[in-house]
């Protein structure tokens, strides 16, 4: 059982179905979730909110796809872990995701225990690495 009662996941998907999979994935883990649906309110929650420790990306959201606001989000020199977890599965998606900064990247739908495995690999770290557009030149 895992105890992340002190650590804050920001929960980044549009469709209410695929947050609620999520919640009842992470009720148990006792982490406080944020649920945002579009990515103009999520990177301005990001630039307002210090205490996030994770999140979960889905790349198809509205205003703002996912990819974009990671770039953004490691624009602002934030670390926080981006797990991307998307529908889509093509090599050239997965390549977009890492170099916009995305530390890890899944595939729905999420086996609960693939879920919660890399959550933990992160939680139970001490540093963040991330690939930046950079390491691609």
């Known amino acids: 059982m895992h105890d992340w009662d002190e650590k804050t996941i920001l929960i980044v998907e549009d469709d209410e ?3 609620l999979y ?3 994935l992470l009720k148990r883990t006792g982490a406080n979730l944020i649920w945002e649906k ?3 309110e999520t990177l301005k929650l ?3 909110n210090n205490e ?3 999140i979960l990306m889905d790349v198809l959201i509205p205003f703002i796809n996912g990819i974009e606001v990671t770039r953004e989000i490691r624009k602002q020199k934030n670390t926080t872990p981006v797990i991307i977890i ?5 090599k050239e998606i997965r390549e977009k995701c890492f170099i916009a900064g995305c530390n890890e990247f899944l595939t729905k739908p999420v086996l609960p225990n693939k ?3 890399v959550i933990s690999k992160y939680f ?3 540093r963040h690495t991330y690939i930046t557009e950079e390491s691609f030149l």
Do not use: P
């Not at 998307?86 to 093509?90: E, L, M, P, Q």
């Open 17 to 19: 179905a695929n947050y």
């Open 22 to 24: 999520f919640k009842s």
């Open 38 to 40: 579009n990515g103009h």
């Open 46 to 48: 990001i630039r307002e």
């Open 52 to 54: 996030i420790d994770l």
């Open 86 to 90: 998307t529908a889509y599965t093509s």
């Open 115 to 117: 879920l919660i495995k």
């Open 124 to 126: 139970y770290q001490s």
